[in-house]
């Protein structure tokens, strides 16, 4: 159960880093702002992809 929590927190970490890249490349014109959201956007899809794999390789106690 508590890996469903962690799979969902992932995914959500992935859909908000999705929604800040898109806000960087077509809302944004400040350069300092575009970096500043660009590098969040960037640490939520790392950290995102780092709790995707530990939920993939990690087997289940049944």
């Not at 929604?19 to 950290?47: H, P, T």
């Amino acid at each position: 159960m508590d890996k469903m929590w962690i799979s969902f927190g992932s995914m959500g970490c992935m859909f908000m880093a999705m929604l800040l890249m898109f806000f960087v490349k077509n809302k944004f014109s400040n350069r300092i702002l575009k970096f500043i959201f660009g590098l969040i956007a960037y640490i939520l899809l790392f950290i995102g992809f780092i709790t995707m794999v530990y939920i993939i390789f990690n087997p289940t106690k049944a």
